[in-house]
């Protein structure tokens, strides 16, 4: 396993968010290297904005099958309607969002994400456990991510669990 201090290379999108912050290091020497913490939360922050973006309603043209995975498919589908109340509801939801993630999250090798139950049996509010192995060099960096989708706003949280 990396150490936190470990330097990797930063998404593509947290070079560009660092040059916007520092535009005095634009033409010059850029920091592009940076400790498995920041890389983690910048994991984080690309989960938590997939799972709160939501994807096109309507079914693509059967020759346009690779829109599925580009932007225009970016997110997961709109649940508002859809019931959660059984446990086969919240499983296939469940296996949208683990479909979702392997599709538009490239920095996972593997991606396993189960339901959690509620301390109480009156929580509405649906747990999830994201649990992904990151392409790192030299070794995969094993992450995992506790999301809860808020029942009132149906938007996601994310937070990061630290691995020992």
Do not use: C
């Not at 538009?104 to 929580?123: K, M």
């Amino acid at each position: 396993m990396a150490k936190d201090d470990t330097a990797l290379l930063l998404s593509l999108l947290d070079r560009l968010l660092a040059d916007e912050a520092e535009p005095a290091m634009r033409g010059g020497v850029r920091r592009t290297a940076q400790s498995l913490a920041e890389i983690r939360n910048g994991v984080r922050r690309d989960l938590e904005n997939l799972l709160n973006t939501r994807a096109r309603p309507l079914a693509w043209q059967p020759a346009w099958t690779e829109l599925a995975s580009a932007l225009p498919g970016y997110g997961i589908p709109d649940f508002t309607a859809m019931p959660m109340t059984s446990a086969e509801d919240r499983e296939r939801f469940r296996a949208v969002i683990e479909q979702t993630i392997r599709r538009f999250e490239p920095r996972f090798r593997s991606v396993s994400v189960r339901l959690l139950d509620n301390a109480e049996g009156l929580d509405r509010t649906l747990r999830l456990r994201v649990d992904a192995l990151m392409y790192a060099d030299p070794t995969p960096e094993p992450m995992t991510f506790d999301s809860v989708l808020e029942p009132v706003n149906r938007s996601f949280s994310v937070t990061t669990r630290s691995h020992g």
